[in-house]
């Protein structure tokens, strides 16, 4: 009997948060999230889905992808969440090449999520990956590359011995390029994708294969 008072509290204080508690529903979702690099400002557009009152998001900012500083915080109501986001970034190193770039989003109860990384080439020239999603692979994942222009690249994924396993050519645009992996006839176990071109070398990530 107390249970079940104690349920209807809940319901009657906070139906939002108990149906996100309950289904298992993530609060806070990054539905979508990119940066552009501009002349004077790097711009970051993000969109969200909020299944609570209000959610804290942090910006953050890093120069070698793994130390990252918030350069901006604020809170958003759910009805917020429901129109795209937007910033513009102009502290930005102006000598960095590479800016990456990532949201911290927090809900009531204190919960934490981080959203992808993207990455922008600002006085540099190159290719750089920004993301794999999912990073453990059960048959698709898509990967996340900014690139300083219009080039061709090949993605290919090694094993630890160095033997190729999955190869794919790519038509990079200028800007964020999302290139879609199907993995699904690679045997479990970890591995490294590779993104190479001609003028600029190769970029690597390490992912899980289920």
Known sequence: MKTVLLLAALLLQSPVLLKAQITGEVPVK???????????????????????????????????????????TFSASSFRCQSPFDFADSTANPLAGHVFYRLKVG??????????????????????INSLVPSVVSTTTTLSISSSENIDANISVINTSGSPLFTKT???TKG???????LEAIPSGRYWLIVRNSKYGSKTVQFLKQ
Do not use: P
């Open 176 to 182: 964020l390029n999302s290139v879609e992996l199907n």
């Open 30 to 72: 990054i539905s979508s999230f990119e940066a552009i690099s501009g002349h004077q400002f790097n711009s970051l557009f993000w969109k969200t889905a909020c299944c609570i009152d209000f959610a804290r998001f942090e910006i953050q900012r890093s120069y070698n992808g793994t130390d990252y500083t918030t350069i901006n």
């Open 107 to 128: 809900d009531i109860d204190g919960r934490v999520y981080n959203s992808k990384i993207v990455a922008v080439i600002s006085n540099g020239k190159g290719v750089e």
């Open 170 to 172: 790519a038509k990079l």
